[in-house]
């Protein structure tokens, strides 16, 4: 057990659930024809239906379904060719109808997997338990007025995904990672965007904790975590929280609670007497949901590549670390940037040029590499001129940077600002006689047997030459003088 | 005028006779006249009506009538109608206003019909007597002989089926959840049928028990329903538990006959408190229709007796959650309250009658956590048996033939001391609800009060064709010419 | 199963209708009535049989994937007893 709680009494293991919400990416809502674009104007965004009006009824979206199924592919789950609507009856604002509807009993996909690849380059497989579809509410905003909440429906009837896992997860870091992999899967499938920022992904994390070899212990529930961060700040403090109540002789109560982030702490949910007797029974207003076999096959053989069948492939065909494909094919875009740099040239390089420079300059400038300053083309064009030596590695740091300034291409660059490699030996002679003559007491020192000299005089022969000179050339000359 | 029913008013419109707006304000003039007196509509719209006559004599002048093209009719105010106020019989809902058009009352408007007004109804549909309207009672326009006491007209579309019965419209729409339409038809005698559960489309009508509830018309003979009802039906994307099904000539059935049709006596019907009237009624039935040319066969529906208690727990579960969005929030009226909470709980105490509360609490109870296997669950599954019942006896008879109520219309008051005697009401009416079947009241007899009787056909899903044909059957054999105490063309005014 | 004052008040909570005390015990006798009447479905064997959901055993249709409705913001507003602006308002939940 790596992950543990040090409490008075030793340690603690941390199982730990995760319930994430997706947003399923569509035009119009799940069981209405309303929009579901982000960041319209308050209740313009609402049909009778959602606003749930006298003698409304709900139709089902075939696309909103189409992406539930998708996913639970793309999670290697069973696909339900059956399953139900049911009502989750309680009273919010939010929730016009006084219900939600969802799926309780028969979901539309059963078990699947996720793998995630952990810092220390193991995997572990965590359990996925369902996902079904559900509405999502409205927002009620209360700080707008003193004594009264303000209603915006626009988000009730969204589509939503629940996805449920085991409680297979043992740490933060695990939960952190499995939150990361879901997103990459989804926006991979394109059935949800992944933004936790605009709400469109949220994480209901389940925290228990036991002494290794127990069974399980009671869980509490901490609601709408809305960025990863904070879902791994929230589990060491409900953890913490809940090993100081055993180890202080109480029994942790099974609870909902909320994570105060400016304090680190999780919070119970007040005003909870009658504990969400939900009153599940199946939803009158609809039929059961039949999924058409051959319609989702053709949606299984319509899968795009998703992240562990590509990564395999990168290590298989490229030769890259199981980590840098990794890295590589978290995002979508990342990985076919990539390729576009590595075909036909050295993959590992490319892997080192994307990760390295490019990820750096993206973060520096706030892009994403959707708008890369650089391009695949130019970066890949870049490599090839390396590769032919026109310019040494050195100078391809300068002409990367330049590059992604300005825009131009890398040819024109080089050109421009002369920087292609000398491989003149005339002249690297030349430049390797001027810099020892110019360090009588380092070439002693050298000659005497300080090794570590020999790299003081390379960057000195290289400065001489602008840093044009070619590595290999530099060396030779200066290996043959020494 | 009012002698007329709606076939014959029809075929009068169409010869020109008279027009439809004097049609029209001969009706809005006998509900000014009579409706203080029955209470039948809640909501009278005599601008709109006349719009509506208007554009049908245009149309009629054009020769391009219509189904209903100029017939007036009463829609239950449990349909939305644009721009105009629907209550469902309740306080809470006083002020609503909908700005969109259920599609059944739609589908009549497409069809020319003229709508006079919104007829009253127990409150959310949930009643047998019309008693529980925040706008107070119907009454019945009939009275037993040499007696006054006022009434009820059967629920919960008693304004519907009083109006139709005093003349004062020519049809109305109604809803039928246990029984809503039938047994107000059998009090008022008047036709009224509940097609099967899908025939006609939810979209607009609040939902009382949404797996219940259908939408049928009520008029003066079973052709009439059949005339309205082919301008009700049809599916409606816009409904998922509609019915993708064509939709038939049924006033063509009317005249089919019954020869060589083998009609099921259900035994389970029988109960051995069963009103001798009633049960001469049924043998007469029986007889007319035997004469008739078709084969009576005793049948059995063994589970017929379970069919209300599954009823009273599926309708009010169904409807609890139904009613949870009538909570002062978005629409209706609301009563403030310190927080949140308080708000929704004086909303709902004010704006519910004692009914609907009940059924609420008793819905609310049967779902919840530990009771839902219990109730709801095993509820569902006997009200599987109980279709099994029909399924299997359908198998070899086309139609049954049944008593619609147990007795006929009672005063006003009575019954209220305990509710589950209003319920009783509805125990040859819910198993088609259940099952989904249709069921057709036919104004069969009197009893000896002078009172009216109806006889029920169920038939086999979507072959409302053979109900409406062995109803027209019993109606002719029945040939009852009797007018209610106040109508519409009667001296009493 | 017979219903105690304190589980009338917990349904009246669940289902939001304010119940007054004095109200409480003629809603009791009423209800109960009414439980104790559906007690005969438990007669009834049930064993091996399937629940029903509605009257229509069909497959449920689906939605095209088009915007057709909703952009009618004063329309879903103009009912409300209590609007601010664009929003609809209540009072606030005591948390």
Redesign the interface.
């Known amino acids: 057990m790596s992950y543990a709680i040090e409490g008075a009494t030793g340690a603690w293991e941390v199982v730990i659930g995760l319930e994430v919400h997706a947003q399923v990416i569509?035009?119009?809502k799940l069981f209405?024809?309303?929009?579901t674009a982000f960041g319209a104007?308050?209740?313009?965004?609402?049909?009778?239906?959602?606003?749930?009006?006298?003698?409304?009824?709900?139709?089902?979206?075939?696309?909103?379904?189409a992406q539930a199924v998708r996913t639970g592919l793309g999670l290697r789950a069973q696909i339900n060719l059956v399953s139900r609507f049911d009502?989750k009856?309680y009273?919010?604002?939010d929730l016009?109808?006084?219900?939600q509807i969802s799926q309780y009993a028969h979901p539309i996909v059963g078990t699947g997997v996720i793998e995630i690849e952990l810092a220390d380059g193991s995997t572990r497989a965590i359990g996925v338990t369902r996902l079904h579809l559900e509405q999502d509410a409205g927002k009620s905003?209360?700080d707008?007025?003193p004594?009264?909440?303000?209603?915006?429906?626009n988000r009730s009837g969204v589509a939503l995904m629940e996805i449920v896992s085991e409680p297979d997860l043992r740490s933060p870091e695990e939960a952190g990672t499995y939150i990361r992999k879901l997103r990459s899967i989804l926006r991979y499938l394109g059935t949800c965007d992944g933004n936790m920022e605009e709400g469109s992904l949220r994480a209901d994390v389940n925290v228990s904790v036991r002494k290794p070899g127990e069974p399980y212990r009671t869980r509490c529930e901490v609601k709408n975590v809305n960025s990863i961060r904070f879902v791994m700040q929230a589990i060491e403090a409900e953890a913490t929280r809940q090993v100081r109540v055993w180890e202080d002789g109480g029994a942790v109560v099974q609870e909902t609670r909320l994570f105060d982030s400016a304090h680190g702490v999780t919070r119970s949910m007040?005003?909870k007497?009658?504990a969400h007797?939900y009153?599940?029974?199946?939803d009158?207003?609809?039929?059961?949901?039949?999924l058409d076999a051959a319609w989702v096959e053709a949606m299984r053989a319509d899968l795009p590549e998703l992240p562990d069948e590509k990564r395999a492939r990168f290590v298989r065909d490229y030769g890259l670390s199981p980590y840098d494909a990794g890295v590589l094919v978290a995002e979508q875009a990342t990985a076919l940037y990539f390729e576009a740099v590595a075909r036909g040239r050295d993959a590992k390089q490319a892997a080192n040029w994307v990760t390295g420079d490019l990820f750096a300059t993206l973060n520096r400038t706030g892009r994403t590499i959707e708008d890369s300053p650089v391009s695949a083309a130019a970066l890949g064009r870049m490599l090839d001129l390396m590769a032919d030596g026109t310019i040494n590695g050195r100078i391809a740091k300068d002409v990367f940077e330049a590059m992604a300034e300005s825009g131009e291409a890398p040819d024109a660059l080089v050109e421009k600002r002369g920087l292609r490699q000398v491989t003149d030996t005339a002249a690297i002679d030349a430049a390797v006689a001027k810099v020892l003559a110019a360090n009588p007491d380092k070439v002693a020192e050298y000659r005497g047997g300080k090794e570590k000299i020999y790299g003081f005089l390379v960057g000195q022969v290289m400065r001489e030459m602008r840093g044009k000179g070619n590595p290999a050339l530099v060396n030779e000359a200066l290996k043959r003088v020494l | 005028m009012f002698s007329l029913d709606l076939a014959g008013t029809r075929a009068a419109l169409r010869r020109r006779e008279f027009s439809a707006r004097e049609l029209t304000q001969a009706y809005l003039g006998a509900i000014e006249a009579l409706n203080p007196r029955l209470n039948a509509y809640i909501t009278v719209t005599p601008e709109l009506a006349l719009r509506h006559a208007q554009a049908a004599d245009a149309a009629l002048a054009r020769g391009e009538a219509g189904n209903l093209t100029g017939i007036p009719l009463a829609i239950k105010d449990l349909f939305c109608t644009a721009g105009v106020r629907t209550t469902a019989g309740s306080r809470i809902l006083s002020p609503f206003v909908p700005p969109y058009e259920s599609t059944v009352t739609a589908n009549l408007l497409r069809d020319g019909a003229v709508f006079l007004g919104k007829a009253n109804l127990d409150e959310f549909a949930m009643g047998s007597s019309n008693m529980t309207s925040a706008y107070g009672p119907v009454t019945n326009p009939w009275a037993r002989r040499g007696g006054h006491a006022p009434l009820v007209p059967g629920g919960s579309s008693g304004g519907s089926a009083a109006a139709v019965a005093a003349r004062l419209a020519l049809g109305a729409t109604a809803t039928d959840t246990g029984g809503s339409i039938r047994q107000p038809a059998s009090f008022c005698g008047i036709a009224g049928i509940k097609p099967t559960y899908g025939r006609c489309s939810r979209w607009g009508i609040l939902a009382f028990a949404s797996s219940l509830d259908q939408a049928g018309p009520l008029a003066r003979t079973v052709e009439d329903c059949a005339i309205m009802l082919r301008s009700m039906a049809g599916h409606d994307v816009k409904d998922s538990t509609s019915a993708d099904q064509p939709v038939p000539d049924f006033a063509a059935a009317c005249r089919r006959g019954v020869k060589g049709l083998r009609i099921g006596v259900p035994r389970e019907y029988r109960s051995d408190g069963m009103p001798p009237e009633i049960e001469a009624l049924w043998q007469q039935g029986l007889a007319w229709l035997r004469e008739a040319g078709a084969a009576i066969v005793d049948v059995s529906l063994p589970h017929t007796k379970y069919g209300l208690a599954t009823y009273y727990i599926v309708a009010p579960a169904e409807a609890s959650s139904n009613l949870a969005r009538y909570d002062g929030v978005r629409f209706g009226a609301r009563t403030e309250g310190a927080d949140l909470i308080e708000m929704y709980e004086n909303t709902r105490a004010a704006g519910f009658g004692a009914e609907v509360k009940r059924r609420v609490l008793i819905g609310t109870y049967v779902l919840s956590a530990g009771y839902y296997d219990a109730y709801y669950l095993r509820a569902q599954k006997v009200r599987a048996l109980i279709l099994r019942d029909f399924t299997e006896v359908f198998a070899h008879v086309d139609a049954l033939v049944t008593p619609t109520a147990p007795s006929a219309a009672f005063a006003q008051g009575e019954r209220m001391d305990d509710p589950v005697k209003m319920y009783l009401n509805d125990v040859f009416t819910v198993p088609a609800n259940m099952a989904g079947i249709p069921g057709l009241s036919v104004p069969a007899g009197l009893d000896a009060e002078g009172l009216p009787l109806g006889l029920q056909v169920l038939g086999k899903p979507f072959d409302e064709e053979t109900v409406f044909a062995v109803g027209a059957a019993l109606e002719r054999a029945a040939g009852l010419t009797a007018v209610p105490a106040v109508w519409a063309g009667g001296a009493s005014r | 199963m017979s219903l105690d004052p304190a589980t009338v008040r917990r349904i009246a909570k669940l289902a939001r209708i304010r119940v007054e005390e004095s109200q409480l015990p003629q809603l009791q006798a009423e209800l109960n009535g009414i439980l104790g009447w559906i007690e005969q479905l438990n007669e009834v064997n049930v064993e091996g049989v399937e629940p029903l959901t509605g009257g229509a055993q069909m497959a449920m249709k689906m939605r095209e994937d088009v915007v057709n409705d909703g952009g009618i913001p004063e329309q879903v507003l103009a009912n409300a007893p209590d609007r601010a602006g664009d929003f609809y308002a209540v009072p606030k939940v005591v948390e």
């Open positions: 569509s035009q119009a209405s024809g309303a929009a104007e308050p209740n313009a965004q609402v049909s009778f239906v959602d606003a749930a009006f006298p003698g409304m009824l709900p139709v089902i979206n075939r696309e909103c379904v009502r009856n009273f919010y604002p016009p109808a006084g219900y905003l209360h707008q007025h004594s009264k909440s303000y209603i915006d429906l007040r005003s007497e009658d007797d009153r599940y029974f199946p009158p207003d609809l039929l059961p949901l039949v």
